[in-house]
């Protein structure tokens, strides 16, 4: 190998597609493909984030050690050449449709890849490796090199890579061992994925929706236990170390064009599919607390051999089903497991981090350090940042009347004012998050202890439907005063805890039983923004190390009000990615109800802003997801 220390890693052509660098190990950026080009879950070839990685590491492509992609295109490929021989003749319009795609373009995906990047990036050193780690090694190389573990059991649990659906690793050191894998076409995020769809949410998008829905089922109901029931007996086995088994009579995604065969789940539950239009009724919500609740029970089950096989004290997860926060709670309070860390990019983002954390540590061979409590993220915040300049060209570009604090800690002072005025303000700091949670840099943000707020935000800001919970971030030295998080941190939100029995409010005797929009407007905390209907609260911790300048705003927040938590949710409206630019940040905030927006050390107010053109067409761009 040269002199080179830089691996980019790139994950293209499923959904979200996403690019990231990393110099001797140390991640040094990373963004997903959506937050250039504004098209959510973008798939093609993410250009745009591997031109950001590769400025910020001021290099060319003829710098680099090698390129990693997330998977091996000719595994998949003969996954699904086999898939289909084995259900023939069921699926052949599938595979019709499928087939010239791969023929053209995916199995020369190595040249299809070398004219992407010479494209974007310009001229490379034809000698430069490019290295196809498998999908789930991706995954789990994620997980487990930038944690602060010298030594982990490791879980990757998604829809399918190539052939795996699901694996069990033990990270040592520098090494990675694969000790048990799942293959497709049994699959815990297939699963999930078909429960989105039948309850009228899209696939690979909507399964947090579906983990949000789950809360509104009546947990007594025995409804909910019918449900549970049927899904066992007739849908999925589970094994005593959470492999499954999933009976394709009752499924089309190994060959067809949908996830589910509908008129056998019609007749199985005795409901038709939901359209996404349709009213959420007391029956979506039981199912869906019923395939949650088999979920959680999977992925305990997974993590109990996990650590028979490893013997180890702790546990990384990645893939997309480890972005199920509720299961991830559960997991982390199960005491399996003394410490657990989630990759922030959970899903097929994430793989091009971890295809290049691969090829640095066991292609390369090279040490890897750990520092202790600290994980090797830099808090996510890896994508671009916001500069003087940005924040100058927007207001030229808008005529924008904002604001210039000299002094942060006055900004930090008039944003918690505004806020503590039941007012909405739009954050946008520093280097964008990695991953799809705001983490404070490109967040909207309200007082958690409005009755309104959740309703104001969901309707009147985001656009979406209303039963969609918020997050608190709290800072991380109070995050105790409010939530039985059990002394662990969840600064990448990807943990949900119960809100404290001091901050709860007592509930009328029929709360098991009411409508999901009665139960949705019942008060039921100190913090009623951003507590679920069943006391939880997916929670972010702040921590000063990582992001000061959010800390301060806490802080500011909690002098004026006592509380050291705010409403938390992502810088976007529905169906749109979250926002990138000072530009993006602007155009969104004057489409809405926001009240203020925040960049860099400017403010800006709604109401001292130009008239904004009256056009609802982008309503029509960022569709419901």
Request: hydrophobic share 40%; glycine share 8%.
């Amino acid at each position: 190998m040269s002199n080179a220390r830089h691996i980019l890693g790139i994950s293209a052509y499923y959904h979200d597609a996403a690019a990231a660098i990393v110099c001797d190990g140390e991640v040094v950026a990373a963004a997903q493909e959506e937050r250039f080009t504004r098209k959510k879950h973008d798939p093609g070839f993410p250009g745009n984030a591997v031109r950001f990685c590769l400025d910020q590491a001021g290099l060319g492509l003829g710098d680099l050690a090698a390129i990693a992609f997330y998977d091996k295109p000719l595994l998949k490929f003969e996954r699904l050449l086999e898939t289909y021989y084995a259900f023939a003749p069921r699926g052949l319009r599938s595979f019709l449709m499928s087939m010239p795609i791969w023929i053209k373009e995916k199995l020369f995906q190595k040249k299809l890849l070398w004219d992407h990047l010479l494209e974007v990036a310009g001229p490379g050193r034809p000698d430069v490796p490019m290295l196809f780690p498998e999908h789930h090694l991706s995954h789990a190389a994620s997980a487990f090199y930038p944690s602060p573990f010298d030594e982990a059991a490791v879980m990757t649990v998604d829809g399918v890579g190539e052939w795996a659906t699901a694996s069990l690793c033990h990270g040592e050191g520098t090494g990675m061992r694969i000790l048990k894998e799942l293959h497709f076409p049994h699959s815990v995020g297939l699963l999930y994925s078909a429960f989105t769809y039948f309850l009228g949410f899209r696939v690979n998008s909507g399964e947090y929706k579906l983990m949000g829905l789950a809360p509104y089922g009546d947990p007594g109901s025995a409804q909910v236990a019918e449900f549970e029931r049927k899904i066992r007996e007739r849908l999925v086995d589970v094994a005593p170390d959470g492999s499954v088994w999933l009976d394709q009579d009752y499924f089309d995604y190994a060959t067809g064009l949908r996830m589910v065969r509908e008129d056998r789940w019609e007749g199985l539950f005795g409901m038709a599919r939901r359209d996404h239009a349709d009213e959420l009724e007391m029956c979506h919500c039981n199912l869906g607390l019923a395939i949650q609740r088999v979920t959680e029970d999977i992925m305990l089950k997974m993590a109990a051999e996990a650590k028979r096989l490893t013997g180890s004290r702790n546990l990384c997860l990645a893939g997309g089903v480890a972005l199920n926060c509720v299961g991830n709670g559960k997991l982390q309070r199960s005491g399996l497991f003394d410490r657990v860390w989630i990759q922030p990019a959970a899903g097929d983002a994430g793989g091009a981090l971890g295809a290049a954390l691969a090829a640095w540590h066991l292609h390369f061979e090279r040490p890897r350090s750990t520092c202790g409590h600290l994980d090797r993220m830099r808090g996510s915040f890896l994508g671009p940042d916001v500069t003087d300049q940005d924040i100058a060209r927007m207001i030229r570009h808008f005529s924008a009347v904002g604001e210039h604090f000299e002094n942060f800690d006055d900004l930090c002072a008039r944003a918690a004012a505004i806020m503590e005025s039941g007012a909405v303000v739009g954050w946008v700091q520093g280097r964008m998050e990695w991953g799809p949670r705001a983490l404070g840099n490109r967040s909207i943000i309200g007082d958690p202890r409005s009755p309104d707020m959740q309703r104001k935000m969901n309707v009147n800001i985001k656009y979406r439907e209303s039963f969609r919970p918020f997050a608190p971030s709290v800072l991380a030295e109070d995050a105790g005063e409010y939530f039985d998080l059990r002394g662990a941190d969840s600064p990448y939100m990807l943990l949900v805890a119960d809100v404290v029995e001091r901050h709860r409010k007592p509930l009328p005797p029929d709360y098991a039983s009411m409508p999901v929009r009665d139960k949705l407007y019942t008060l039921r905390s100190s913090l009623p923004a951003i507590t679920h209907i069943d006391f939880s609260a997916r929670v972010q911790t702040v921590h000063r190390e990582t992001n000061e300048r959010y800390w301060r705003l806490i802080q500011a927040f909690k002098a004026r009000t006592g509380c050291p938590a705010i409403v938390n949710t992502s810088f976007n409206v529905r169906g749109e990615p979250i926002v990138c630019t000072p530009e993006d940040a602007y155009r969104c905030f004057m489409r809405t109800d926001m009240d203020a927006l925040a960049v860099g050390d400017y403010l800006f107010e709604k109401h001292r802003q130009p008239p904004w053109p009256e056009d609802r067409r982008w309503k029509e761009e960022f569709v419901l997801d």
